[in-house]
């Protein structure tokens, strides 16, 4: 019996997901947890995997879409099922006008195809001999896709102003074009007539999945966390020695570790310490986390991801450089599980690489706070009433008062501070 | 201009008429004695007496035929339904006598009637006694259907009912009847053309088309709109056969997209009947589709709070011109 596939909700708070590739084809055997399709979410591209066993029959949906869940997108059934009306209750599911009018399209298609199909099915020939015949429409639902959907009014002064639809950019219900979209539209081509070349529009790019769920969750975060922030000066060159000396009893082995490894742990231990720091407000209460889990702020084509380290305080540096440079491979290859990124207890940023000297951060919620890390500062210091050059860095964290007092923050920046300029505190 | 409520402005617009032709006399339940059901009659009784003034037995179907036979004979009756829901016990004399005697007559026989009274949900009158009438009776050919809004409009298109040689369903609300509103001063006669819709508020974003008792609504969530900087226009059709679509075609060429809010369920209807002129009058002006407001698709449920959701609300209002304005 063949059933209609709806686009899984691949992670708790995926509100859509935008099917980026199908893997399986029309036609194709499906096993219990073959990957169908990849799925781009807000956290990270995943992989779409079937419950069922059986022959994908159909595929309902373009690459490229963008889906709510439970969508209908393809049709999982026996090779040469009839799936006429399996389509048009799929149509009926999606509602979405273009692309029911694409599955329409198509409905039809299937439906001869199902018949030659059927001839066939009584030989027991493998599903894939029907791949051909199938294969050969499934570029179809793509093609209409192509179709420019425009308000009548807009088609008029297209007419009126000769302007070719295709080159605007729609902003209505389902990229339809509508009137302010050829307004603006005129007003950006007129002046590049003018001066050829030389003042062109702006480049319209539709906000990904991710660069929304960026703008939602730190606008939510400013708006609604009471942030303040608490700048500690350091002497880094103890731990910069530390590191130095680590690395050399670590180069037999091929390993290393950066300044930021060691960062992230004396932030842990000093969490450890000043356990009021590692807590989040959730409404009416309060969760004083007992473990360290520490989201690392690591920057990809187009965005930013925050993977977490897990028990930070109780890991030694070396195994924290090895999971933090493969948290970071992931982030950027968009291979992030949503467990790799929820239920972090505190995060740290590091914009030491670019120089900045240091710099305030946003809360990463429902975390109470977060470090920002600047870069290494060679400069003259005093010190006992002499002038000696120095290596320092500058520290910054953002607090969510409601949880967090300047107190309690600034008591957390100091143990920081004793813990980064005497590294052998962090054995204690 | 004096201010009157809507009850008041009925009530001139037939003592002037009477006043002014003996052959108009009013009949039905309650109108004499009692001085109306909703005081619309009080004191007719009294002026004209009961020769023209007609109390009735609850019986419908009787005395609206003894009305159409005496507007056959040459008399023009006023036919009062304590509300329109008692009406559908008429329902065959107004079909097929009022509106096809002068068809089948060759036009030799005119039925000069107006048939009046309160129409559309009141207060917790339940699913049989909150009925919205137009789209039954808008759907005859052979009928004028009249939905008067404001007093003002009620008495001057009251009079020209009452003036008309055909038969006139005129739909009035009893949650309007305490509305107050501005009446050309005594004296001064203002006949309101049937057939002729009006501008009730001027703007330049969105035209809403609205009558009868959400007029009040779409004006409250018009103002809130505009403090958001959405200028509606508000336009009121007055009667709903003939249809007048000059004007509100005339504002969706400018404002380029349309809501429609009325009370009726939203099957067919005024409501509908709306939308298919402005798709095809204003199609090439339209930048979004025309939108709805309805009554919703239920018989009106008593609990009040159900019926102040099946009710057009100011919030649905507004979520259409949102949408239709691309602005949510």
Redesign the interface.
């Known amino acids: 019996m063949a059933k209609i596939i709806g686009l899984p909700k691949l992670s708790p708070t995926m509100e859509e997901g935008t099917l980026v590739a199908w893997i399986k084809k029309e036609g194709e055997k499906v096993e219990v947890d073959d990957v169908l399709a990849e799925v781009e979410t807000d956290k990270a591209t995943m992989e779409f995997r079937s419950f069922d066993r059986g022959v994908l029959l159909k595929i309902l949906v373009p690459e490229g879409e963008t889906l709510e869940p439970d969508v209908p997108v393809a049709i999982i059934g026996k090779a040469g099922e009839d799936i006429a009306d399996l389509i048009a209750e799929a149509e009926a599911g999606r509602g979405s006008g273009a692309a029911a009018a694409a599955v329409a399209e198509t409905a039809a298609a299937a439906a001869a195809e199902t018949e030659t199909v059927a001839e066939t099915a009584s030989v027991p020939a493998p599903a894939s001999a029907s791949v051909p015949a199938t294969g050969a429409e499934i570029g179809e639902p793509g093609a209409t896709s192509g179709r420019v959907l425009s308000s009548p009014l807009v088609r008029r002064l297209a007419r009126e102003r000769s302007i070719d639809l295709r080159a605007v950019q729609g902003s209505g219900p389902r990229g339809r074009i509508v009137k302010r979209d050829i307004d603006s539209y005129e007003v950006g081509v007129a002046p590049s007539f003018a001066s050829p070349g030389e003042r062109l529009p702006p480049r319209v790019a539709k906000a990904s999945s991710m660069r929304r769920t960026i703008a939602r969750r730190l606008t939510e975060s400013m708006q609604t966390i009471p942030h303040y922030y608490l700048t500690i000066d350091v002497d880094i060159a103890p731990l910069a020695d530390a590191r130095k000396a680590m690395n050399a009893e670590l180069e037999a082995a091929g390993k290393k570790v950066s300044l930021n490894d060691l960062i992230i742990k004396a932030a842990a231990v000093a969490l450890r310490r000043v356990p009021e720091v590692n807590a989040s407000w959730m409404d009416k209460e309060i969760h004083f986390h007992q473990v360290v889990d520490i989201s690392i702020a690591v920057a990809v084509d187009d965005g930013l991801m925050t993977p977490v380290l897990r028990d930070a305080d109780r890991k030694g540096v070396s195994q924290i450089a090895e999971e933090v440079r493969n948290l970071a491979e992931r982030a950027r290859e968009r291979k992030l599980q949503p467990e790799d990124m929820s239920n972090g207890t505190f995060s740290i940023s590091n914009l030491g690489m670019f120089g900045i000297e240091e710099f305030t951060a946003v809360i990463n919620p429902p975390e109470g706070a977060i470090l920002a890390v600047g870069t290494i500062r060679n400069e003259p210091v005093v010190q006992d009433d002499e002038i000696v050059p120095g290596r320092r860095m500058r520290f910054t964290m953002s607090c969510d008062h409601r949880i967090i007092d300047g107190a309690t923050g600034a008591k957390f920046m100091s143990a920081f501070k004793r813990i980064v300029e005497s590294p052998s505190n962090m054995l204690l | 201009m004096r201010e009157l409520r809507y009850r008041e402005a009925l009530r001139e617009a037939m003592l002037e008429e009477m006043e002014r032709d003996e052959r108009i006399f009013l009949m039905g339940e309650e109108v004499g004695h009692y001085q109306g059901a909703y005081k619309v009659s009080e004191g007719l009784l009294e002026k004209f007496g009961e020769r023209r003034v007609i109390d009735t037995p609850i019986a419908e179907a009787g005395f609206a035929g003894v009305g159409i036979g005496a507007a056959m004979a040459g008399l023009r009756p006023v036919i009062e339904f304590m509300t329109w829901n008692f009406s559908f016990v008429a329902f065959d004399q107004i079909i097929s006598n009022a509106a096809k005697v002068h068809q089948m007559s060759a036009g030799a026989i005119q039925v000069p009637i107006v048939f009046r009274g309160p129409n559309g949900a009141a207060k917790q009158v339940a699913s049989q006694h909150s009925h919205s009438c137009a789209p039954f009776y808008t759907n005859i050919p052979g009928l004028y259907v009249i939905q008067p809004s404001t007093p003002r409009d009620a008495k001057g298109l009251l009079k020209s009912a009452i003036r008309s040689n055909n038969p006139v369903i005129f739909l009035e609300g009893e949650t309007l009847y305490g509305v107050k509103g501005e009446v050309p001063d005594e004296g001064v006669e203002e006949l309101i053309p049937i057939g002729l819709s009006s501008l009730a508020r001027p703007g330049t974003d969105c035209t809403i088309v609205t009558w009868g008792r959400p007029y009040y609504t779409v004006l409250a969530a018009a103002d809130k709109l505009e403090a958001e900087g959405i200028s509606c226009e508000v336009i009121d059709p007055r009667t709903l056969r003939p249809l007048d679509t000059s004007l509100m075609v005339q504002s969706v060429k400018k404002t380029?997209r349309c809501v429609v809010v009325h009370e009726h369920w939203p099957y067919g209807g005024p409501g509908a009947e709306i939308v298919d002129r402005i798709q095809r009058e204003a199609?090439?002006?339209?930048?979004?589709p025309v939108e709805r407001v309805t009554g919703l698709d239920v018989p009106m449920p008593y609990a009040l709070n159900l019926e102040d959701k099946v009710l057009p609300t100011e919030e649905r209002v507004i979520d259409a011109v949102k949408r239709v304005a691309?602005a949510s």
């Open positions: 380029n199609f090439d002006y339209l930048d979004a691309y």
